[in-house]
């Protein structure tokens, strides 16, 4: 038995003169393709339904249906729109070449054949065929790949959406952390602070408290025993008519009358500088009130008092600057129910901040305001709705547009190093917004007036 010789391709004859399909299917056939006929263009079209034809050679002039009409059937329907149609035709008949052409034909052959010519077009459409099928599978496969790349794209865009958004919430909690760990350590320094402070005030007040008294009780009786003194030695000089030398010289050398009236002076001021003193401890036992861990009704004026005597000796002049003036103008307020200690921190913070402000600008060569004397401006008032207003202004330099945001921060300072540690204002932003409800609030402009603004609860 021959082994069976492997078909160039299915091809379809329509046809309807014998000669030419003997002709085309002798030459076809002896060239290795598979050939079948159809004499009309509807047997073609039934034909098609179950013969795979890779290429129909299509002849115009038929009965029934001509070639262009089987042409445009081929060509509306799926399953045969892509077979390349060759139509076969006369050599002069251009104007049906155009027009089967302009139906989708992909060439003509021409009456008579010419084998050659036959058998190489057809191998030319074939080869296209081939290429077209190659084409559109690449096509197929190269979508599929944009549709894979686009779906792991899709993937992708989304895992780092996925991602982003974790990194997101991963920094807002760190940030959160960062911020409460930065309260924590500010609240440490300031109950470490306070309770420090409170513990030094307290003790001092303690210690200078029990010799002052025993003073100041004692000075009444230095007083009244030195006048009792003198009235005996003025007893002793008009009733006694002559005094031993000795005696007479030491009056003189003393200075008796001098002695008499200089004395009590003497005594008075002692008097007056114990008295000072007591003032002195009281103001740093209600500036400390160690004792009171629980909210209580104060007077807010006895603590600024309290906190002015204790910065006094900063307020005073030096050689390097004038003397601070302190101008108050308190209103008429009602007890405050406040976590006294704390709010005494608060004012001590910010006149210690006013302070340093006017002796940075009374300082050459920042002489700024040279007509104007360093002042400190103390007022306070009942604002809105029962709340307590509690404003601490200076005449300083100010404090720059750009950090004005940044003033309450913790740690934030523009003072040298080793001179401020930026809790102050921190702590008592914390003080007055956390642990009373109320709000502290900064107008400053360079040049002109610092002004912190203290707004509680009554």
Request: charged share 20%; aromatic share 6%.
């Amino acid at each position: 038995m021959f082994p069976k010789k492997k078909s160039n391709g299915a091809i379809l004859i329509v046809d309807d003169n014998p000669t030419n399909l003997e002709v085309l299917s002798d030459t076809l056939t002896a060239d290795g393709f598979q050939v079948a006929v159809a004499i009309d263009g509807e047997t073609a079209l039934e034909q098609l339904k179950y013969y795979q034809a890779e290429l129909i050679i299509l002849d115009i002039m038929m009965p029934g249906i001509d070639g262009f009409e089987t042409c445009k059937r081929l060509q509306s329907n799926p399953l045969t729109c892509d077979i390349p149609v060759i139509f076969a035709t006369a050599l002069s008949d251009v104007s049906n070449k155009l027009t089967g052409l302009s139906l989708g034909a992909v060439d003509y052959i021409t009456k008579p054949f010419q084998c050659e010519e036959v058998l190489a077009r057809i191998q030319i459409q074939l080869k296209l065929r081939k290429l077209d099928k190659v084409l559109k599978e690449q096509n197929v496969l190269l979508k599929q790949e944009i549709l894979q790349r686009q779906a792991a794209e899709n993937l992708l865009k989304k895992l780092n959406q996925e991602l982003e958004k974790r990194v997101y919430n991963r920094t807002i909690e760190l940030s959160k952390t960062l911020q409460q760990l930065e309260q924590t350590q500010v609240q440490l320094v300031h109950n470490e602070k306070m309770s420090s402070l409170g513990r030094l005030v307290a003790g001092i007040a303690h210690e200078i408290n029990n010799p002052i008294n025993f003073i100041y009780a004692n000075l009444h009786y230095a007083m009244e025993h030195s006048q009792n003194l003198f009235t005996l030695l003025e007893l002793c000089q008009k009733n006694l008519t002559s005094l031993p030398s000795e005696i007479q010289h030491y009056f003189q050398e003393v200075d008796f009358e001098y002695l008499q009236e200089d004395l009590p002076k003497i005594l008075s001021s002692m008097e007056v500088g114990s008295e000072r003193i007591s003032q002195i401890v009281l103001s740093l036992r209600n500036f400390s009130r160690l004792d009171e861990a629980h909210k209580k009704s104060v007077n807010i004026h006895e603590g600024i008092e309290s906190t002015l005597l204790i910065l006094q000796e900063r307020l005073n002049g030096r050689a390097d600057r004038q003397k601070i003036q302190v101008i108050r103008a308190y209103g008429e307020l009602p007890l405050v129910e406040c976590y006294a200690s704390h709010l005494n921190q608060v004012f001590m913070n910010l006149l210690i901040n006013a302070i340093d402000a006017l002796d940075e600008q009374n300082s050459p060569p920042l002489l700024i305001n040279k007509l104007e004397p360093p002042t400190i401006w103390i007022r306070t008032e009942i604002s809105h709705q029962n709340w307590v207003k509690i404003s601490i202004s200076d005449n300083g330099s100010g404090i720059p547009t750009d950090i004005q945001s940044k003033i309450f921060d913790p740690f934030f300072t523009t003072k040298p190093v080793g001179k401020g540690t930026g809790l102050g204002l921190s702590i008592s932003y914390q003080i007055i917004v956390e642990k009373h409800h109320g709000q502290l609030s900064c107008y400053s402009e360079i040049g002109k007036r610092t002004e912190f603004v203290i707004n509680i609860p009554c």
